[in-house]
């Protein structure tokens, strides 16, 4: 009986540490594709905080031929932003967006999540260099740009 029950407790064990280690593997890819910018405009503090989800390997990340961004803004302390956004360009070029809800495959792809944020998918055609500039006007006063690097292929 004792061994039955060992058995069972390493079987359970291992099938959980391959679960975990897929985990850590995809948080630490989406990590290193992760850009903040603080910007502050009449004292008030505005933060971007964007991942571009191309490069890691996960089921939930497209396979389309876009370019696919998440990204959560935030206004003041800690609180989240939850108007439309203006106009989102990538590398000169216009890019789509739309809110994700709250149980969005997406978000199992961020490093950090908060349950009280509003994250956007954004997405635009492929583009082929390298670096990609990820421009967002959020109104006429506030525009972000975050700067992505591709893994080289």
């Known amino acids: 009986m004792r061994f039955l029950i060992i058995f069972f407790t390493l079987f359970f064990l291992i099938g959980c540490r391959e679960n975990i280690t ?11 594709k992760t850009k903040k910018k603080e910007v502050t405009i ?9 991942t571009y989800l191309n490069d890691i390997s996960h089921p939930s990340t497209p396979k389309d031929d876009n370019e696919h961004f998440i990204v959560s803004l935030y206004e003041g302390d800690e609180n989240p932003y939850q108007n439309p956004l203006k106009e989102v360009f990538l590398n000169e070029e216009p890019a789509y967006w739309e809110v994700l809800e709250k149980g969005d495959p997406f978000l199992s792809l961020l ?9 956007y998918h954004i997405w635009a055609p492929k583009q082929y260099p390298d670096e990609m500039q990820l421009d967002i006007k959020i109104d006429e006063e ?10 080289p292929k």
């Open 42 to 50: 009449d004292g008030r503090r505005f933060l971007a905080v964007g």
């Open 142 to 151: 506030r525009q972000v740009s975050l700067k992505f690097q591709k893994d």
């Open 111 to 119: 490093p950090l999540f908060n349950a009280w944020g509003y994250y």
């Open 22 to 32: 897929e985990n850590i593997v995809t948080k630490n890819q989406a990590i290193t």
